[in-house]
């Protein structure tokens, strides 16, 4: 069964500084990753997907992730953070390729933004 | 394009008592999702459709919840009779068939008293 562990449920970091979200996974077969965000009183909406194509992904906000096999990661990152970017954010994954099967979401991680 | 709609937005119930919630998803997607998260959880999913077939309901609590899309259009999700432990958001996804992209509607935040 496929699992997702988000390493902090809060993540405090200053405006301007490096951003940097865990997510490790558990998968029986190569996974498909995604990370999503979720601003108050809000839906999800995608920040990047790994689709088995190159390991470094990029997305939308200037926000990107690197999957690393051999840690089982799936780590997001953004150079210089700012307040817009305080959020919740779930890592997921999909073992299915065929289609958009159903996600499994990790219990999520509270971006803070300190001025 | 018109993004997933859901209604309502919120919703208080007493336990005992029945919902229900509604999700129009976005035109010409084959694939509907519910989904349900619990304050401080990431979303579980519930149920998902293709078209107006289901496809996995391994997680829906079938003594009292139960979903249908007919048409293969909108959809609504039922929950009779309320527990405690329901209150939650209940969101609705689509995606376009084939496609490992999924876009959330805005819930409903429903709370059981």
């Known amino acids: 069964a496929q699992s997702v562990t988000q390493l902090g449920s809060h993540v405090s970091v200053s405006e301007g500084a490096l951003v940097l979200l865990r997510c490790n996974y558990s998968?029986?077969?190569?996974?498909?990753l995604f990370w999503y965000v979720q601003y108050p009183n809000q839906g999800l909406q995608l920040l990047l997907k790994?689709?088995?194509?190159?390991?470094l992904v990029k997305g939308i906000n200037g926000f990107e992730a690197e999957f690393k096999k051999s840690e089982t990661s799936f780590h997001l990152t953004k150079p210089s953070a700012h307040m817009s970017d305080a959020a919740e954010y779930f890592c997921?994954?999909?073992?299915?390729?065929?289609?958009?099967?159903?996600?499994?979401f990790g219990k999520g991680t509270h971006l803070i933004i300190q001025p | 394009e018109a993004g997933v709609a859901q209604s309502p937005r919120y919703k208080i119930i007493e336990k005992r008592q029945s919902v229900a919630f509604w999700c129009n998803p976005i035109?010409?997607?084959?694939?509907l999702y519910w989904y349900q998260q619990i304050l401080g959880q990431g979303p579980k999913l519930l149920i998902q459709?293709?078209?107006?077939?289901?496809?996995?309901d391994s997680q829906l609590p079938k003594d009292r919840f139960s979903a249908e899309r007919l048409k293969g259009v909108d959809s609504t999700l039922k929950i009779q009779p309320a527990k405690l432990e329901d209150s939650a958001v209940y969101l609705c996804?689509?995606?376009?068939?084939?496609?490992?992209?999924?876009?959330f509607g805005q819930g409903t935040r429903l709370t059981v008293v």
């Open positions: 996804a689509s995606s376009p068939m084939g496609q490992l992209m999924a876009f």
């Open positions: 998968s029986s077969v190569p996974p498909y």
């Open positions: 790994y689709t088995s194509a190159a390991t």
């Open positions: 459709f293709q078209n107006n077939g289901v496809v996995d």
């Open positions: 997921a994954v999909s073992e299915s390729g065929g289609g958009a099967d159903g996600l499994t």
């Open positions: 035109s010409g997607h084959a694939t």
